[in-house]
């Protein structure tokens, strides 16, 4: 009997129907996801005409996750027999789940296919063994949508829709989102709903939550995430922690930072999905509320988190832990370091089919945080020339002109990428779809990048159209940018006060950005007393932005000791200080054995100190030499090792990160493969 459109029900699975149920896998903005095709309740392959027990065996490795057998006997059967649909059918498995290799699996697979309709037709009838046919039409179109084919990936759930049940409904929605087919895709999410299978319910709740987020509805986005997370728990199920990342992220979009951080710690404990890694989560919130020590606890979790994850989705997110790594070290001061991390995340972008937005935001994230570190870097160069001798100043003079040239191709890059006015008024946007990964701390680059009058049209195009409570506070701290950078310092100083008024006390880096812009502007405008108390507040929140946006501290210097006048003249030499008699005090006293940088209010309050010990410089290079780091061994001059010790310790965040820090942060101490082992070595 030919089936045609008389569907049997599928019995068939492969080597992700396990796998599945760990998944769930969705996740919205940055990290809305895309389910597998399989469903959880598909039953084993049983043994079938024309498969051989060598075919079938081979299968069974590859679904039990025993993959270097499974290829090992998938590549003696096809050399065996070059026809051998199944032989190639598991190979396509093994590329896929093995090894993320997308093209090969794509290729054993479309060859699979055609060797079994080939042999078996295209529809299955009789005693032909129509549940490889079926689980091969659903494997192909799981790598389609991996390799972001969407319109191929529909025709193949049509296709499989057309020949067997139970039908695939509530899958339809990614792809159809991921095209821009908003109404379609909810059409698909809702009818998934009515499906009796839990698996349908799953995904068509978790595409409701990215569909409604990319559609720019985030009220809706926020009520279908919770109501995903709330359904798990209604009908007894585990929630997952994809849910709760997704539930977390629809918080940030309304600036609910407290009940993101909640959901995301619950997510860290919650059954772990293919997609998302809530310590990234964290770590990305810690560090927008500048809680350092926190920020560095979670990324130190990331790596093993990581690895729970599936081989063929342990990388999927490689390019998004770089960038959140590389925000950490740019705030940590580490410029050069998150540099090497932002070139790397340039150069291998991830795969966005299991993301739902626009991959140009993540290309324009990563190169504004490229263009941060490298300026960063070319301000510590110039630093440094400040403490070195007159003949050894040239070097590190070029040296920052080379790393500001850089920068400059980073700007270009980020000019190209915003060439459409409503990608660029997105970008604006914090926490909706076109701008859910942006750092809010890191968005008035913009300004520079674009220049002030681009800045003011885009921005206040998306102003005008964005009502949630709270989101004026954004806009006006991009104001104050445009004011401050177009020298209306006046205006820039009013604007960027009331930004940091009406800003939630979580936005600690932006509202310090904010400061450091009205401090030099009130400098520039004389208005001393206002510039004194936003440097101050400055130095209680990020003193490292100072360095980040180009910017000097008004001082009227004091020294006092030995060497207390050579210290402060190299000081003064260095960008981070300009002299002023209505500024702060820069106190210097340095004698032989120790020193004391302090930088002191008009009122006589203590802002920020750096203290200074020969004995302890003695026993580091002691240290370096016993570790044959023959650079660090030599000591500097006591002057200058002073100096340059002042500089880092004053406009350091309140947090110490060692190289070893750092180096944990890939997960390079853990067993198994990691692509992120090389991120910051």
Known sequence: MKLGRARRRLLATTTATALALSALALQLAPRLQAQTMLAPEEAALQPDPGVTAQEMEAFEHAEAGRHVRAREMAEKIVARNAKSFAGHFVLGLVQHYAEANLPAALYHLLLARKLYEQRWGKEPGGEQPWR??????KELAGVYGDMEKHDEKLALIARYNELYEPHLIAERAWPLMKLGKYKEARMAAELGLTSDRSGQRVVALNALCAIEFEAGNDGASYD???????DAGTRGGLVSAVDLTNFAEASRSLFKLDEAERIAIEATTALPSWYGNPWMELGELYVRQGRFAEALAALRKMPEYRMQRPPHVRDVDRG??????SSFLLVMGKAQDAAEVTGRAIAAPDRRA???????????????LDRSARLSSAELALEEAAVLPWYARPKQWLAAAARTIEARRSAARIAKLLDEDERLGGMFRIGQASAAIMPPWLVGELVSVLGPGVAKAASESAGKADKRPGASAYYDAIAAEVAWSSGQDVEALAIAQR??????????????RLHAIAADAARRSEHWDRANVHYDAVFQRDPGVLRRLGLPVAVRVRTDGTYGAEVADMLERSPRFVRSDSGLSLTVQVDRVSARVCLVSPQGQMISCADVDAVEASKAAAAAAANKDAKAATPAPWPEHVAREALRQLFAPRVDLSQTDIHSLDGQNLSGRDALRSVLE
């Open 320 to 325: 998004e832990t770089r960038r959140v790594l």
């Open 499 to 512: 930004a940091i008024a009406a800003l939630g006390p979580g936005e600690v880096l932006l509202a310090a």
């Open 354 to 368: 299991h993301n739902s937005r626009d991959p140009a935001q993540d290309e324009t994230v990563i190169a504004l």
């Open 224 to 230: 279908a995430c919770r109501r995903a997370v709330d």
């Open 132 to 137: 490889w046919h079926a689980g091969l039409i």
